[in-house]
């Protein structure tokens, strides 16, 4: 058995849904590819285009209903019909995002910045866009190109190579 | 833990080649790390360097965004003095031990 160490190449990730920690979830893993030298595809499609929406991508929320992870400040559970109150949802993603932002984790169009200034590329699926009706100058200036699910699997080629669905 | 010599002196380093004792490096040692990576240090990489090793001395987290905000180099830059490993890379190069911050 050989024990030559085989490090990634590349990763190819999806990102197909729009709460804060689904978004973080493929910056964080995106942006620490890039930062091991591994080269680096991201697409946004379906609810994780409001990731790369410019509009969107600042104000991301996490889900306090239906969320049964979700804390008060302290651990105790999070009343699931607090959760429903107006307001509630975004006080406790705001409160999130400044945590967030102690851990030196920056916001998404900066996280975006970062990615793409080590050689990161992000994509949009262009059925997903074409669905949200968006256009090219809606989304991040970040975003290189808007295409087809075939084509971010023709990126996706070679060997050590992995596809991560968040 | 393992001892190495690098630029003629003896120096404690971890297994991925981290100096241990970040007060054992010099600018010889640096020169000597950088061509192992396959990078040349130009009077900019030094000015990154020591930024990181007053960083470390005064006990702060490293992350790739606070090197990018420090006024020193920009994340590009970063990237560009230290391809495919610009906190990691930078670090070994620094004699400060492995970065710990996922971002």
Redesign the interface.
Same mark, same amino acid.
């Given at each position: 058995m050989s024990t030559e160490k085989k490090p990634l190449e590349k990763v190819c990730l999806i990102c197909a849904k729009g709460s804060l920690e689904d978004v973080y979830a493929s910056l964080?893993m995106a942006? !620490?590819a890039v930062?091991?030298?591994i080269e680096t595809n991201v697409f946004f499609t379906f609810f994780g285009l409001d990731g790369i929406t410019k509009k969107a991508m600042n104000h991301l929320h996490t889900a306090t209903t239906g969320n049964p992870a979700m804390r008060m400040p302290g651990g105790l559970p999070f009343p699931t019909m607090l959760g429903g109150l107006p307001g509630v949802e975004s006080a406790v993603s705001s409160m999130m995002r400044k945590q967030m932002e102690a851990?030196?984790?920056?916001p998404v169009d900066?996280f975006l910045?970062?990615i793409t200034? !080590? !050689?990161g590329k992000i994509y949009a699926c262009k059925l997903a866009v074409d669905m949200f009706k968006l256009k090219k100058e809606d989304l991040s200036d970040e975003v290189i190109d808007i295409i087809t699910i075939g084509e971010f699997y023709e990126m996706c080629d070679g060997d050590r190579t992995q596809i991560i669905f968040t | 833990m393992s001892v190495k010599t690098i630029a003629g002196v003896q120096v404690n380093v971890s297994e991925d080649g981290y100096l241990e004792d970040m007060s054992q490096w010099n600018e010889e040692i640096a020169k000597e790390i950088a061509s192992e990576i396959g990078i040349e240090l130009t009077p900019k990489h030094f000015e990154v360097l020591n930024f990181l090793r007053e960083k470390t001395a005064a006990k702060e987290t490293l992350t790739i965004r606070g090197v990018g905000k420090s006024g020193v180099v920009n994340i590009k830059e970063l990237y560009a003095l230290f391809p495919k490993g610009p906190l990691k890379f930078s670090s070994r190069i620094a004699g400060i031990p492995k970065p710990t911050s996922c971002i």
């Open positions: 964080v942006n !620490g930062m091991e030298g851990l030196d984790m920056p900066e910045e970062m200034a !080590g !050689g | -």
